[in-house]
């Protein structure tokens, strides 16, 4: 194959690609928001955790002084 035939070659298989991959282009601009987007979700789910876990430890904790005092309450009053 001489030089021409290859470059004819070439050119045929990256049009090829372009049209094949232009249904997966995806803008920069609208990448990046994605991106944004994402990272903002993840600090949210986080910070929920975070509550979640902040609510249940404190209702625990709520409960455990509670049952103590009434504990104590039975056992020196009762």
């Known amino acids: 194959m001489d030089k021409e035939s290859i470059e004819i070659i070439k050119n045929a298989v990256k049009e090829a690609f372009k049209e094949e991959l232009k249904q997966f282009y995806v803008?920069?601009?609208?990448?990046?928001?994605?991106?944004?987007?994402?990272?903002?979700?993840?600090?949210w789910t986080?910070?929920?955790?975070?509550?979640?876990?902040?609510?249940?430890?404190?209702?625990?904790?709520?409960?455990?002084?509670?049952?103590m005092t009434l504990g104590f309450y039975f056992k020196y009053k009762g």
Do not use: P
């Open 27 to 43: 803008d920069r601009e609208t990448h990046y928001q994605h991106h944004r987007f994402i990272t903002e979700w993840i600090n």
């Open 46 to 67: 986080q910070q929920c955790k975070s509550i979640a876990l902040k609510t249940i430890l404190t209702f625990f904790m709520a409960a455990a002084l509670g049952l």
